[in-house]
């Protein structure tokens, strides 16, 4: 026993603290004590709060092992200990006449309680330190680094916190003898108290001040309470030194003050009206960095600048800003994006024309998501979760299609969402104006802009004219500037002679010069348009575009110009031509387009659909790099990914048949000119005499106003507009669907494009065609609200009828399956049930073939026979069960005469499935190519439409419960349809950017998932695979970890969700929902009362201990009487649980 009391005492005596008296704290400390308190602060070794520990002549205790010291490093029951300094201070206090009054003042008010108020230190919760309160020497020194706090300031330094509590509660009890007034003024205030907020700062000069009546009436019950005030830190200290506390590291509290503090102050100042909110257009400096390091961009443009500092911008208005191509418009909106993710905490919705761009963009800030804190999420063809996953903490970047982007509004709107949505980028806005594409993007602006009053919108385009009808839809300002980094020069190549555009000049042109080419009788013959010798001038050293009206004509031009090039052109960066040709010929299993054979070596090749993603993947990098110079490409690319170039060649001014719109030749003469790499650009437009009247009309003429499409595309417009907005309850009678129409994009153009029919006749017209087709259910009855105001205003009592979705249309719009199919789906669905075939994909891939591509289709029959007749009998079956049958095909092989008709839909949509089963099951589009005679990038079109209907197919089935089956069964079949390769490779194509040929280098490197390519270094990469640039290696490995973080937030959700108490659990009190409270918390001391203390709420700025999940608060355990009590508190982060 002596033995083990002398251990104690050696152990307290030399781990003791070295604290203060009582007395030394309210004395105010010296010149000499502060000087040392500074030196002691520098001498630190691991940072604020933390000090070495003294011996005297004996050396420290090394193993103490399980035999801890009851009270962690504090003092004991030993001399120096907390009650013997108490009660020293206690006698010496007594004995002095002059300090007796003082003395029962301060006994009254507690010690502890009062060192508490002093230094407004507010420790009610466990796990949540970062809520400690600095004095206000420490909070001076808050610029600095490293924040100290000097312990010998506070009697209560790291004493356990359920001591603390414990002097806090005393200290309660004692407030019970204060007159009401003041109690009444506590209790107010402190119910008002937030998480983030301070308690005030009571200084010792104040309590002196206290009213001296009050005093005296208190004076002698406070000093019975005095007296036995060493009983009870005793009683209590024993108790709790059997329980465990949890102990936290001293610096990761007060830096985490420290930072919260910080978050704060960056709250309230993004929250101020002052225009100054940040080093960089009110972000961090950190992300002017990174546009230096991941895209090389060190100053903005003039332009730019204005129009970020705009007062409509910092006013958070709608904008509308167009500039010519390639005049830096992504930029802002990037920034724009950025204040919206890292500053005022809302999702953000990027909508981009194409899958190309989407991958590119979703690459390219994906690197900022990881480095910044934000998930960047493809919304495009078959990949998207509706509704997006809810996160924790951090936001998300939606970079989505225009088809996807509105798929993605209906789901928020549906699930109250769309105010987390706080910015809608739109790019190539003009494209509202395009046939069903621009309906679909004119519904999810009209859609946002009624359901979200917060939610900004920005749109962007190089080809806007009618600004003026998009400003009022959108309710924004508009800014426009004629800035463009490359100086543009257009010409005009008649004959021999190249003109200069020139506005000035009586004919629109001026003379320039005479093409100095000497051609044969046979060049001129094979050139007639002098291609040779224009792209020449230019390569190789510089790149070339030269746009044909065809996709025929882009591979008949650039072998046209390989066979009149010198042979001196091969050498120019020869070994990576070889390459290229290489990984072409992998990405293809061996085969090879024999045109770009002959092509590439020359540095040329053709651009347009037809090429496979791996193909236009990599004939694009070797552009950007440098290896290839001359593309001839469709107008596809104007439109598409940015592949610049120092001149652009219009090989004729028609696109197809159609002769050139002004809008389009803008946009391919706005790809001449590279920033940072040519001082000027030139376009040169070839045409013939015929053509110049119509050319010169081209040049001088304004741009095509774009117009609404909602009426235009009926079943893909207006009636899928009017089915969703009743199936979301937007509006669900008559007159207010009106009123919404009279607010979309056509509403504001009506009396322009309606000539015949007024806007009400068209909306009731919509209405009653969707009820007939049993999509919308009208109500019999009025609604209260329609009685109301038909007594009020004479309408017509149609207006007031409401209307509600059926099972079909929700199913449908949930889909959005284009109206003109959903009856034939859900036939085609219900005629599958009665004898699905599951021995193969095939019955499977029919319901999956898309309608519309079925329609374009023009089989081969010998090929479609040969085919058939190859069938397993039960793939027979399947084609016998939808209506085809061999005979027929035979016959039309043949060329027979057919008196039975067949429907030509279903016999060509089931042809596209034999496309689609015969690739799924080689996964080889050059070899299902050969097979079918059919171009490779149709095959790949096909695909990806199969991939992205079956999605929608999915969407359908879920909403009908009669199609249960179909779910499981259509999730892994749009997963084949999605990657069509191997399983083993398509969590590496879950990367974007990562296509087929580059996810086989990748495996047989040994990166054979995700996990391995997120810990990837780039420089390792770029050795290890080969035809890979530093760029591609880094947006690789950016894209996955970003993938993989996603996927980790979405598991810990799911965690949460399973072990969060039900908000019905009986006999527990309800639990605050995210939205009022995160969580709950509170340390409750056997016998003693307990207040709850929320944690911050949700939106304010967590706590790094909260994000890194090392000190979360626990939820409270809670009697059946809904009272608390001592026992186990419960956390869904702490672990084990704490015990007192």
């Not at 017209?765 to 087709?773: A, F, I």
């Not at 609200?785 to 099972?807: A, P």
Request: glycine fraction near 6%.
């Amino acid at each position: 026993m002596d033995e083990g009391g002398s251990r104690i005492r050696r152990r307290v005596f030399f781990h003791k603290r070295n604290r203060p008296s009582l007395e030394s704290v309210f004395a105010a400390p010296t010149a000499a004590e502060l000087k040392s308190g500074d030196e002691e602060e520098e001498e630190d070794e691991i940072g604020a709060g933390n000090r070495r520990r003294k011996t005297v002549d004996v050396q420290p205790v090394e193993n103490i092992d399980s035999e801890e010291d009851m009270f962690g490093d504090n003092d004991s029951f030993a001399e120096n200990s907390l009650l013997a300094q108490i009660d020293d201070l206690e006698q010496k206090y007594m004995q002095l006449p002059e300090h007796r009054k003082h003395a029962t003042d301060h006994a009254t008010e507690d010690p502890c309680a009062e060192s508490i108020n002093h230094k407004t230190l507010s420790i009610t919760t466990v796990g949540n330190f970062t809520e400690l309160k600095l004095d206000e020497h420490t909070k001076n020194q808050s610029g600095r680094e490293d924040v100290s706090l000097e312990p010998e300031a506070d009697l209560l330094y790291d004493v356990p916190s359920s001591q603390v509590l414990f002097f806090e509660n005393l200290h309660k009890s004692s407030n019970d003898f204060r007159d009401p007034s003041a109690k009444e003024r506590d209790w107010s205030s402190s119910s008002h108290k937030t998480a983030n907020e301070e308690l005030p700062t009571n200084s010792i000069d104040q309590a002196q001040q206290i009213d001296e009546s009050s005093s005296k009436v208190r004076a002698s019950s406070d000093v019975n309470r005095r007296k036995s005030l060493k009983d009870h830190l005793k009683s209590t200290m024993t108790g709790n030194a059997k329980a465990q506390t949890p102990i936290f590291s001293r610096t990761k509290q007060l830096k985490e003050a420290l930072l919260s503090e910080e978050i704060n102050v960056a709250k309230k100042t993004i929250e101020s009206s002052s225009d100054d909110r940040g080093p960089f257009y009110s972000l961090p400096s950190k992300v002017r960095d990174l546009y230096v390091q991941f895209k090389r961009i060190e100053k903005l443009y003039e332009w730019q600048h204005t129009c970020l500092t705009l007062t409509s911008v910092q006013e958070r208005k709608n904008l509308i800003y167009s500039l010519p191509t390639s005049g830096g418009k992504t930029l802002v909106a990037e920034i724009l994006m950025l204040q919206e993710l890292l500053c005022r905490r809302k999702d953000v919705l990027m909508i981009l024309p194409y899958v190309a761009i989407v991958q590119e963009k979703v690459s390219g800030l994906s690197s900022f998501g990881i480095e910044l804190g934000f998930f960047v999420e493809e919304y495009a063809g078959s990949k998207g979760k509706f509704p997006p996953i809810k996160r924790r903490e951090k936001k998300s970047l939606y970079i989505a299609t225009i088809e996807k982007g509105h798929s993605l509004v209906n789901s928020l709107i549906e699930t109250g969402r769309i105010s987390n949505l706080g910015l809608v980028v739109v790019d190539e806005l003009h494209m509202i104006g395009e046939g069903s594409r621009g309906a679909i993007l004119e519904m999810t602006l009209a859609k946002i802009l009624y359901t979200s009053k917060t939610t900004q919108i920005i749109g962007m385009s190089a080809t806007l004219n009618n600004v003026e009808d998009l400003q009022e839809f959108l309710q924004a300002e508009y800014y426009t500037s004629e800035f463009r980094p490359v100086e543009l020069k257009e010409y005009l190549k008649i004959n021999d002679a190249i003109y200069e555009v020139d506005s000035k000049a009586e004919n629109g042109m001026t003379f320039s010069r005479l093409l100095n080419y000497k051609y044969s009788d046979t060049l001129k013959k094979m050139d007639p348009d002098h291609l040779v010798a224009l792209v020449t001038e230019v390569i190789p050293n510089y790149s070339c575009l030269v746009f044909c009206p065809t996709k025929k004509n882009c591979e008949n031009v650039a072998e046209m110009i390989c066979k009149i090039l010198s042979k001196e052109y091969l050498k120019h960066r020869e070994k990576e031509k070889h390459e290229l040709i290489k990984s072409l010929k992998n990405s293809s299993s061996g085969s090879l387009c024999p045109v770009l054979k002959h092509t590439i070596p020359f540095g040329v090749a053709y651009h347009h659909s037809g090429l496979t993603s791996d193909e236009r993947k990599l004939l694009e990098e070797a552009y950007s790099t440098g290896v290839l110079c001359l593309f001839t490409c469709t107008s596809t690319l104007a439109a598409g990914v940015n592949l610049p170039a120092r001149r652009v060649i219009l090989r004729a001014p028609y696109v197809a048949k159609e002769f050139l719109k002004r809008n389009q030749y803008k946009q391919m003469i706005g790809r001449a000119g590279r920033a940072g790499i040519d001082s000027s650009g030139e376009s040169i437009l070839i045409l013939q005499e015929k053509d110049k009247q119509q050319v010169l009309e081209l040049i001088s003429r304004p741009l095509e106003n774009c117009y609404s499409q909602l009426v235009q595309e009926f079943t893909k417009g207006i009636q899928t507009l009017f089915l969703s907005l009743i199936g979301l309850k937007i509006t669900t009678n008559l007159g207010d669907i009106y009123h919404f129409m009279s607010g979309t994009f056509f509403g504001v153009q009506q009396k322009i494009l309606l000539k015949e029919k007024s806007l009400w006749e068209i909306t009731v017209e919509s209405l009653r065609y969707l009820t007939e087709k049993g999509l919308l259910q009208k109500d019999t009855t009025l609604t209260e609200r329609g009685l109301q105001q038909k007594d009020t205003i004479y309408r017509s009592e149609d207006e007031f009828h409401s209307f509600h979705i059926t099972k079909l249309g929700r199913a449908s719009f949930k889909g959005t399956i284009d109206l003109a199919y959903c009856d034939i789906l859900y036939r085609d669905l219900k005629k599958g049930l009665e004898g699905l075939v599951l021995e193969s994909l095939l019955h499977l891939i029919y319901l999956t073939t898309p309608y519309d591509m079925a329609s374009q289709c023009n089989p081969d029959w010998m090929i479609y026979f040969r085919q058939f007749t190859q069938l397993s009998p039960a793939e027979q079956n399947v084609a016998a069960l939808v209506g085809v049958s061999e005979n027929f095909i035979g016959k039309k092989a043949s060329g027979q005469a057919i008196k039975k008709k067949v429907d030509k839909n279903i016999v060509n949509r089931l042809y596209l499935s034999f496309v689609l089963y015969t690739l799924l099951k080689e996964t080889n589009i050059w070899s299902v190519s050969e097979k079918f005679n059919m171009p490779r990038g149709y095959i790949q079109n096909l695909l990806s439409g199969a991939a992205a209907f079956s999605s929608c197919v999915l969407h359908f089935c879920e909403e009908l419960e009669e199609f249960w089956v179909y779910r499981a069964l259509l999730v892994e079949l749009t997963k084949k349809l999605t990657y069509c390769v191997k399983a083993e490779l398509i969590p590496l194509m879950e990367v974007t950017g990562v296509l087929e040929s580059r996810a086989k280098q990748l495996y047989n490197a040994g990166y054979k998932s995700l996990m391995y390519l997120a810990n990837a270094n780039p420089e390792v990469l770029i050795r290890t695979i080969d035809h890979l640039s530093r760029r591609q290696a880094k947006q690789i490995v950016s894209s996955a970890k970003m993938l993989l973080h996603e996927k980790a937030e979405a598991l810990q959700e799911e965690v949460e969700e399973l072990l969060r108490p039900p908000p019905d659990f009986p006999g527990v009190e309800a639990f605050p929902t995210e939205k009022e409270e995160t969580g709950l918390a509170v340390i409750c001391p056997p016998n003693a009362d307990c207040t709850l203390q929320s944690r911050p709420a949700a939106g304010t700025a967590p706590s790094l201990l909260q994000k890194r999940g090392e000190g979360h608060l626990p939820a409270v355990k809670l009697s059946s009487s809904g009272k608390n009590r001592p026992g186990v508190f419960y956390s869904r982060w702490a672990s084990p649980a704490i015990r007192f």
